[in-house]
């Protein structure tokens, strides 16, 4: 069973550039794979296509058999719960503690009135903290999430797609802004749980060293194309 497929997929921006240019692709469950290209090639066009973060101008991709391209109300809804997305950025909420944060993936699960009142069952909040666990920042659940450093933030941004049980995570240069040691905690992290949970991984990297490190397959683009497509033992330095 085929996860992710795209079909001659483009995208081109309101102001005429093209962002991506007639991709296809198969992504299976479970595969661990890196997206490689230098600034601009559309990594991250190609990621906020998968989950619809803007409308595609052509083509149609599909998640565990359902089209995200045609889906409207529920069905989009249900199908993005499955997709969990690590920003560069790490996209928290400075000034809420750690603990909220990771509750924030339990919203899709529940009406908005009770989230915002932060009514979340006992359920979600065991979950969020075997989150937290999995990724070894248990006891900063507390902590206001601007307190942690830059490598401890993108650890509560994974236990956030954990305790969102999505089955897929699309990670856009979640290493670019961290030290290399903490950029190693962070590959580590999202491997263990690509092999231990099968979450089907897809990481936009600036180098090709990392991919070749963790992933077990690299896609390299170029100018909105696919210009490589393999295993990790084949890929090289040219991009
Ligand atoms: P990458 O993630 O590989 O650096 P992007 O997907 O961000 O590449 O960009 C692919 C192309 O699309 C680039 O030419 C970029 O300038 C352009 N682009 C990205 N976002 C926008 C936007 N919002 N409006 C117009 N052009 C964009
Ligand atoms: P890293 O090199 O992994 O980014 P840092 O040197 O930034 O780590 O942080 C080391 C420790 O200091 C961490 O435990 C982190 O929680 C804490 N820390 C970092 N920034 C702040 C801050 N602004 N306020 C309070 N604690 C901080």
Excluded: C
């Excluded at 490598?151 to 670019?176: F, M, S, T, W, Y």
């Amino acid at each position: 069973e085929n996860v992710i497929e795209l079909r001659n997929v483009s995208k081109v921006y309101p102001n005429g550039t093209k962002g991506l240019n007639d991709i296809n692709l198969r992504i299976e469950k479970g595969e661990f794979v890196a997206i490689v290209g230098l600034s601009g090639a559309g990594k991250s066009t190609l990621l906020r296509s998968i989950n619809r973060l803007h409308e595609i101008s052509e083509g149609e991709i599909w998640i565990d058999g359902q089209s995200i391209t045609k889906a409207k109300g529920a069905q989009l809804r249900q199908i993005r719960r499955g997709i969990g997305m690590i920003f560069q950025s790490f996209n928290l909420v400075k000034r809420s503690s750690v603990l909220r944060n990771v509750l924030a993936g339990r919203v899709g699960y529940h009406s908005t009135l009770r989230t915002i009142l932060g009514l979340f069952p006992e359920k979600d909040v065991d979950l969020a903290f075997r989150a937290l666990d999995r990724v070894n920042i248990v006891e900063k659940a507390y902590s206001r999430a601007d307190e942690l450093s830059g490598g401890q933030q993108q650890r509560v941004a994974i236990a956030r797609v954990l305790a969102q049980e999505a089955n897929i995570i699309l990670a856009d240069e979640p290493v670019a802004s961290l030290d290399p040691l903490t950029t190693k905690q962070v590959m580590d992290d999202l491997k263990k749980i690509n092999q231990e949970l099968g979450i089907t991984t897809i990481v936009n990297l600036h180098f090709v060293d990392l991919a070749r490190e963790y992933a077990t397959r690299v896609i390299g683009l170029r100018a909105g194309e696919v210009v490589f497509d393999g295993p990790v033992e084949e890929a090289t330095d040219e991009r």
